[in-house]
């Protein structure tokens, strides 16, 4: 078992930054693939970032050049660094865990065993 534990949301002004952590416990992360999703209210879970167990990054093009997804494996955490927030990024904001060990970044929710419970993000303009 995997537990995992966002932290760092908030409310923060259009232009603003977030650091947003996630705290994993009950195994280490360093063979897993870690990814972050967003989930607004009446739309589905979206695929935000995902970094592999070897470091590759992936981030979806609605954040690209604006996010960036890292991990620590001493301290068993990966956090997303949101810069130049727009109310469009509004969501909860869910770290999750790739147990599967692949060198592929899979995007679709199914392929994450284990999730967080989430940390609001609301941006205003």
């Known amino acids: 078992q995997v537990q995992l534990v966002e932290s760092g949301g908030g409310l923060v002004q259009a232009g603003g930054s977030l650091r947003l952590s996630c705290a994993a416990s009950?195994?280490?992360?360093?063979?897993?693939?870690m990814g972050w999703f967003r989930q607004a209210p009446g739309k589905e879970r979206e695929f935000v970032a995902a970094i592999t167990w070897s470091d590759a990054i992936y981030c979806a093009d609605s954040v690209k050049g604006r996010f960036t997804i890292s991990r620590d494996n001493a301290k068993n955490t990966v956090y997303l660094q949101m810069n130049s927030l727009t109310p469009e990024d509004t969501a909860v904001y869910y770290c999750?865990?790739?147990?599967?060990?692949?060198?592929?970044?899979?995007?679709?929710?199914?392929?994450?065993?284990?999730w967080g419970q989430g940390t609001q993000v609301t941006v205003s303009s």
């Open positions: 009950g195994r280490p992360i360093t063979g897993y693939n």
């Open positions: 999750a865990a790739d147990i599967r060990g692949r060198r592929i970044i899979e995007v679709d929710t199914d392929g994450y065993a284990y």
